[in-house]
């Protein structure tokens, strides 16, 4: 299952990337050949932008490569940062659940007063909220369950 999760979240971030430098590309095309320009081009690729982030970070924590703070591992043993490893993750799956809840609010609230003919890009904007749900998810698992031997970084 979580295979599968990391395989759609792969196609994702790739499709997102390839998506934005198709957009962007036409869009350089478009204003130096052409004159013109393709119409929400730049809210399109905004948003894009946001889809590979929060993909790229995803994919980042499912193979313990994402960003964290190491002044205090310096001086610790590797068997004591694999001890805190779960804690930690655990801890982080609660912040981005918190995010989460907060995005979606946010979110919401943008829904209830974007003008109709706009509400297109609120449901891109969704990914704010469904990202750090994915960030939670897969802090929770790493936290929960061991990764296979092999695939751990630390």
Known sequence: MRHALVRMESFMAGGALLLLLALVFG??????????????AEILSR??????????AVLAIESHKH??????????????IKK???PLYLISSVLC???????????????????????????????????????????LLGGLFRQPQGTDSN
């Open 97 to 139: 659940g918190i995010m989460t809840w907060a995005a979606m609010r946010f979110w919401y609230d943008d829904w209830q007063y974007v003008a109709e003919h706009e509400r297109w890009s609120s449901v891109l904007a969704l990914i704010t909220p469904f990202g750090f749900f994915l960030l939670s998810l897969h802090f």
């Open 84 to 86: 805190l490893r779960a």
């Open 67 to 80: 960003i964290r703070i190491d002044v205090v591992a310096a001086f610790m043993t590797p068997e004591r």
């Open 27 to 40: 869009q350089v095309l478009a204003r130096n050949f052409f004159e013109t320009g393709i119409p929400n």
């Open 47 to 56: 948003y894009m932008v946001l889809y590979v982030a929060f993909f790229g």
